[in-house]
């Protein structure tokens, strides 16, 4: 049972490349989630999606895209990176919030 | 707005000391409330509660919450040096989403 899987772990980019955060899970959870972890700022929500063809914004969304076609994958696009979406990004996925989330392992993205 | 707030944002403290971590939140329909550890990776689940006044506990781990008051504490007894980590509160609405705080450093000294 892999849980939530995040490739890659590492990436670096260069300023306006686009590329795809993968993110899969194999518990056959509804709720799915991608959060972006600065310093001194915590988790925040840029994406989320209740079950497969829903997706809504959460606090930091500009600059993401994302789709959910089937209930294990939740792709998070980058149209066009920028140095401000250095970060850490983790995906999470549950049952619903009352049980708590699986989060991913992360992936560490550089934009220079 | 949806707010998390946890307090201090960071102690630093020695083994065998006594730590309570507060989290106080406003939520829009409130469902849940999470403690989060996190060392170097990714958050692990500590605990979910729902109901106020009564206390889960995991080992030297125990969490309480107050939905009158709308807030938490996360008691750590007899801290270890392998507690040193950062302890993040999150509250589940009823879109499903966490909301988190910033979260509470950690650092037991031995």
């Known amino acids: 049972n892999a849980g939530v899987t995040q490739t890659p772990k590492f990436q670096v980019l260069k300023t306006g490349q686009s590329m795809t955060l993968q993110c899969a899970q194999d518990m056959n959870h509804e709720y799915m989630s991608w959060y972006r972890q600065d310093p001194g700022m915590g988790l925040r929500l840029i994406h989320y999606?209740?079950?497969?063809?829903?997706?809504d914004q959460g606090e930091v969304p500009n600059g993401y895209n994302v789709s959910r076609s089937t209930t294990e994958d939740f792709p998070l696009r980058l149209l066009s990176a920028a140095p401000s979406q250095t970060s850490v990004y983790f995906c999470?996925?549950?049952?619903?919030?009352?049980?708590?989330?699986?989060f991913g392992s992360g992936t560490r993205l550089t934009v220079v | 707005e949806d707010k998390v707030v946890q307090s201090p944002l960071s102690l630093v403290v020695h083994e065998g000391d006594t730590v309570t971590l507060n989290c106080s939140y406003e939520v829009t329909n409130f469902r849940s409330l999470l403690w989060y550890k996190q060392e170097k990776k990714a958050p692990t689940f500590l605990f979910m509660l729902?109901?106020?006044?009564i206390e889960k506990k995991s080992g030297r781990l125990s969490s309480i919450l107050d939905k009158k008051e709308l807030f938490s504490i996360l008691n750590i007894t007899a801290t270890q040096t392998g507690d040193s980590a950062v302890y993040l509160c999150?509250?589940?609405?009823?879109?499903?989403?966490?909301?988190f705080g910033k979260g509470t450093k950690l650092s037991v000294k031995p």
């Open positions: 999150a509250v589940g609405g009823s879109q499903g989403n966490l909301i």
């Open positions: 729902t109901s106020s006044g």
């Open positions: 999606s209740v079950g497969a063809g829903i997706t």
């Open positions: 999470a996925s549950g049952r619903t919030v009352n049980y708590g989330y699986t």
